[in-house]
C-alpha cells in the first residue's frame, strides 16, 4: 500500500514526466515556425527551458525528502502529445501555436491538481512556482494569437484538435 510520501513522490515524478513531454513539443514547435516570428521563437524557447528547469527541481526535490527520481524519457503520452505538436505545427505558427496552447492547458491542469494536494512545504513551494510558470505561459501563447491572429483558440470552446484541423492557416 502506498504511504502519503510515496503518493508525493508519484505525483513528482508525474510532473516531470509532464514536463518532459513539453520539452519535447516544444521542440517540434520551435523546429516548425517561421523564422522570421523571431519573439514568437524565442518565447517559446524560454518556455521550453522553464520545463527543463521544472524536471531538475522536481528531481532535487524528491531526492532531498528521501525519493528515488526514475530516469525521463519520451513515454507514450509524451510520443502522442509530440506528434500531434508536430503535425500542427507544420501548417504554420498559427496552428503551432494553438498545438501549445493545448500542451499548456494540460500542464496547467496537473499542476494546479498538484497544488491541491497534501505535500511537504518544500515541494508545495516548488510545485506552486512552476504553476506560475505555467499559467505565465498559456497567457503568453493566448496573447501571441490574439495579437498575430485575432483570438486564441484557448479562450474559445472551438479549439482544434487534430481530428478537427482543416489544415487552412488563418491570415494575417
Known amino acids: 500500500m502506498a504511504t502519503g510520501q510515496d503518493r508525493v ?10 514536463d518532459v513531454d513539453a ?18 521563437v524565442d518565447a517559446l524557447v524560454r518556455f521550453q527551458r522553464d520545463h527543463e528547469r521544472h524536471v531538475v527541481d522536481l528531481r532535487d526535490v524528491a531526492l532531498a525528502l528521501g525519493g528515488e527520481f526514475p530516469e525521463l524519457k519520451r513515454d507514450v503520452k ?9 503535425a500542427l505545427s507544420k501548417v504554420g505558427t498559427r496552428s503551432a501555436l494553438v ?13 494546479k491538481s498538484a497544488c491541491e494536494t497534501t505535500m511537504p512545504e518544500i515541494a508545495r513551494q516548488l510545485v506552486e512556482a512552476h ?7 498559456i497567457a503568453a501563447i493566448s496573447h501571441a494569437l490574439r495579437e498575430k491572429f485575432g483570438r486564441s483558440d484557448a479562450e474559445t470552446s472551438e479549439a482544434p484538435t487534430l481530428s478537427g484541423f482543416s489544415g487552412r492557416e488563418q491570415s494575417v
Open 99 to 111: 498545438a501549445m496552447t493545448q500542451n499548456e492547458m494540460l500542464t496547467n491542469s496537473a499542476y
Open 23 to 40: 520539452i519535447l513539443a516544444y521542440e517540434q514547435a520551435i523546429k516548425n515556425i517561421d523564422p522570421d516570428e523571431g519573439p514568437i
Open 131 to 137: 504553476y506560475e510558470d505555467e499559467k505565465r505561459h
Open 9 to 18: 513522490f508519484e505525483r513528482l515524478i508525474a510532473l516531470a514526466q509532464l
Open 78 to 86: 509524451g510520443a502522442v502529445i509530440e506528434g500531434m505538436t508536430a
